[in-house]
């Protein structure tokens, strides 16, 4: 058990989150009144699923939360009834987004590669695009190896005709980040989604590329950070992972 003032300051900490400029705030979002701690969830977002299969714990913590920016600011809609539900559930919500895609150990990129198996994983440049070696074979071996620690195909598109084996990723929605990648002189980039655009970058800097979902590619700091957690503070955790194909 630990009071949820203190389970945030020690997230927040160990998340190093006072350091990233983001697209929400990170940490608590939504405070149901339990200030003792005993039971918590992970998933990747506060969807209404997720909310409601939550009823049971004292507090959900999420990858993907509440009040994005530039987003209509009124507890309305479908936040509103998320909201609705989390308090009348008694749930408090805490999320953290930037934060824990770049943990170096907790952090979706650096579970991303510890799962792959890539050698020499490391932050690329000191940012959130992280980059290791693949020693397995080629992109065939590549796709498969996803496809297995994923349980979804990837989109693949190919760059050029040289191996893969210099690799760059970053999960979610960080398709962008393949200049960056081939900048650095990687052979393949990976990341969640793609956009249109995407495919035509691959080609034209000479880098594959793979799209291996933004959820699937961010289930597994989340988990992590839980894990951590309840080990820490003698807590109980389970993780809700509702299916997500993009």
Same mark, same amino acid.
């Given at each position: 058990?630990?009071?949820?003032?203190?389970?945030?300051?020690?997230?927040?900490?160990?998340?190093?989150?006072?350091?990233?400029?983001?697209?929400?705030?990170?940490?608590?979002?939504?405070?149901?009144?339990?200030?003792?701690?005993?039971?918590?969830?992970?998933?990747?977002?506060?969807?209404?699923?997720?909310?409601?299969?939550?009823?049971?714990?004292?507090?959900?913590?999420?990858?993907?939360?509440?009040?994005?920016?530039?987003?209509?600011?009124?507890?309305?809609?479908?936040?509103?009834?998320?909201?609705?539900?989390?308090?009348?559930?008694?749930?408090?919500?805490?999320?953290?987004?930037?934060?824990?895609?770049?943990?170096?150990?907790?952090?979706?990129?650096?579970?991303?590669?510890?799962?792959?198996?890539?050698?020499?994983?490391?932050?690329?440049?000191?940012?959130?695009?992280?980059?290791?070696?693949?020693?397995?074979?080629?992109?065939?071996?590549?796709?498969?190896?996803?496809?297995?620690?994923?349980?979804?195909?990837?989109?693949?598109?190919?760059?050029?005709?040289?191996?893969?084996?210099?690799?760059?990723?970053?999960?979610?929605?960080?398709?962008?980040?393949?200049?960056?990648?081939? =900048? @650095? #002189?990687?052979?393949?980039?990976?990341?969640?989604? /793609?956009?249109?655009?995407?495919? +035509? *970058? %691959?080609?034209?800097?000479?880098?594959?590329?793979? =799209? @291996? #979902?933004?959820?699937?590619?961010?289930?597994?700091? /989340?988990?992590?950070?839980?894990? +951590? *957690? %309840?080990?820490?503070?003698?807590?109980?955790?389970?993780?809700?992972?509702?299916?997500?194909?993009?």
């Amino acid at each position: 058990m630990i009071e949820l003032n203190k389970l945030e300051q020690y997230c927040n900490e160990l998340l190093s989150a006072a350091e990233f400029e983001d697209y929400c705030p990170n940490g608590l979002q939504v405070e149901s009144g339990k200030l003792a701690i005993e039971r918590i969830a992970t998933a990747v977002t506060a969807s209404q699923a997720v909310v409601e299969a939550a009823a049971d714990v004292d507090l959900l913590l999420v990858h993907h939360g509440y009040f994005w920016r530039g987003e209509s600011l009124p507890l309305t809609g479908i936040k509103g009834r998320r909201i609705r539900t989390l308090i009348g559930n008694g749930t408090s919500l805490m999320a953290y987004h930037l934060p824990l895609d770049a943990h170096p150990t907790l952090g979706n990129n650096a579970r991303l590669g510890e799962l792959m198996g890539f050698d020499k994983a490391v932050p690329l440049n000191k940012g959130l695009v992280w980059q290791g070696e693949w020693a397995e074979g080629g992109q065939e071996a590549l796709s498969d190896r996803l496809a297995q620690v994923l349980g979804r195909q990837p989109l693949f598109i190919k760059g050029h005709g040289g191996d893969t084996r210099h690799v760059g990723w970053c999960t979610g929605a960080a398709q962008s980040a393949i200049v960056e990648a081939a =900048a @650095a #002189g990687l052979d393949t980039f990976i990341s969640g989604e /793609i956009s249109e655009s995407t495919t +035509h *970058l %691959a080609r034209e800097l000479g880098i594959h590329y793979f =799209a @291996a #979902g933004h959820h699937a590619t961010e289930r597994y700091g /989340i988990q992590a950070l839980g894990q +951590h *957690l %309840a080990e820490q503070f003698d807590l109980t955790h389970r993780f809700i992972d509702e299916i997500n194909p993009v």
